[in-house]
């Protein structure tokens, strides 16, 4: 035996030494076999501890980038909402779409895990007129806006699973290293003939953009704030839910 007893028994001395978690044993029985006369013996146990090791190291980094997914509360209307219908037109610009190459006025995006549980939500969008048509003047929808039943709204909604290198992803801010793989879930609204039904408070204000030919641009106007958000869907489904 010509392993360097003496070294291992200082190197067993220093704290950050974990024998007792197998981290350093793999070392350890490296060490003592490859300086050891009985090397083919001792071979399959530092192979053994090596591989070992690998896997506990493995399984960390796994339970590390592990999410769990949450259930979100359900939307609720604001007290002293309505519901109008309409079609969507821009009001003063667009915004980039998170998944796509395409401008949108509203975008939602979620990523499920397998028993429902929202791992990720990204929204993006921009304040946009609502026509109402023989109802009266457009209205402007502004402020916290979000769209009902994502993956289900307007007429190419996005349904299908994800991994932690689709590259969609990346455009939704999640960094490389985050494990974020499941079922995306995603729709947007464009600036199309789509009947859509927003819900909120309606109020009247003054908007100077629209004041061309107007008594001082007061508008109705629906707004969303934080806890009360405008909820934007798709009438179809709307009506589906009335019958």
């Known amino acids: 035996m010509v392993a360097p007893v003496e070294l291992v028994r200082e190197l067993l001395r220093y704290r950050d030494m974990k024998m007792g978690s197998g981290r350093d044993w793999a070392f350890i029985t490296a060490m003592i076999a490859g300086g050891s006369i009985a090397f083919p013996l001792l071979a399959p146990i530092a192979i053994g501890s090596m591989a070992m090791l690998g896997v506990s190291k493995i399984r960390a980094i796994r339970q590390?980038?592990?999410?769990?997914?949450?259930?979100?509360?359900a939307l609720h209307r604001a007290p002293g909402a309505r519901t109008v219908v309409g079609k969507a037109r821009r009001f003063r610009t667009t915004v980039s779409s998170m998944l796509a190459d395409t401008q949108v006025l509203l975008e939602h995006a979620v990523v499920?895990?397998?028993?429902?549980?929202?791992?990720?939500?990204?929204?993006?969008?921009?304040a946009f007129l609502l026509d109402r048509g023989s109802e009266g003047d457009p209205m402007l929808v502004t402020?916290?806006?979000?769209?009902v039943a994502p993956g289900l709204f307007g007429?190419?909604?996005l349904r299908e699973p994800v991994k932690r290198s689709d590259p969609r992803l990346r455009r939704m801010g999640v960094p490389v290293e985050f494990a974020i793989a499941g079922?995306?879930?995603?729709s947007s609204l464009l600036e199309d003939e789509l009947q859509i039904a927003v819900t909120g408070v309606i109020e009247h204000e003054a908007v100077a953009?629209?004041?061309f030919h107007r008594d001082g641009g007061t508008v109705p106007v629906m707004r969303g704030?934080?806890?009360?958000?405008?909820?934007?869907?798709?009438?179809?489904?709307?009506?589906?839910?009335a019958r």
């Open 64 to 73: 590390r980038a592990v999410f769990a997914g949450i259930e979100l509360p």
């Open 112 to 126: 499920k895990d397998r028993s429902g549980g929202v791992l990720l939500r990204r929204s993006a969008g921009t």
């Open 143 to 147: 402020g916290a806006l979000r769209l």
């Open 155 to 157: 007429t190419s909604p």
């Open 183 to 186: 079922d995306l879930e995603a």
């Open 209 to 211: 953009d629209l004041a």
């Open 225 to 241: 704030v934080a806890g009360a958000p405008v909820l934007v869907e798709d009438w179809r489904l709307l009506g589906a839910l």
